[in-house]
Nanobody, 124 residues
Framework: QVQLVESGGGMVQAGGSLRVSCAAS????????MAWFRQASGKEREFVAG????????SYADSVKGRFTISRDNAENTVSLQMNSLKFEDTAVYYC?????????????????WGQGTQVTVSA
């Protein structure tokens, strides 16, 4: 089992930037497809971005496309999400997730390992 710990959340004004990171332990991340999900208060958890095992392929939710960038450093066993041009509606708890093998990146229940989440708050 891989253990995931997120960091880097915080509060920022609309239009600003934040970078959240996910550090893994227990296993090498090269074995996993990685993704970021988020959950706003009172809403369901939603897919934000995903990246394949070697970083060659990425996918983004339409709401963040062009503003967010997911990346991974398998040597450091980390995955990051750079968030630019943040909007009030990006406010949520952001979760890092890992899947050994997943056909559809956007479905939360297909991911077997989750971090505890980090709060991102964007003020209008």
């Amino acid at each position: 089992q891989v253990q995931l710990v997120e960091s880097g959340g915080g509060m920022v004004q609309a239009g600003g930037s934040l970078r959240v990171s996910c550090a893994a332990s227990g296993q090498y991340l090269t074995n996993y497809v990685m993704a970021w999900f988020r959950q706003a208060s009172g809403k369901e958890r939603e897919f934000v971005a995903g990246i394949d095992r070697n970083g060659a392929d990425t996918s983004y939710a339409d709401s963040v496309k062009g503003r967010f960038t997911i990346s991974r450093d398998n040597a450091e066993n980390t995955v990051s999400l750079q968030m630019n041009s943040l909007k009030f509606e990006d406010t949520a708890v952001y979760y890092c997730a890992a899947a050994w093998g997943v056909a559809v990146w956007t479905i939360p229940r297909l991911y077997t390992n989750w971090g505890q989440g980090t709060q991102v708050t964007v003020s209008a």
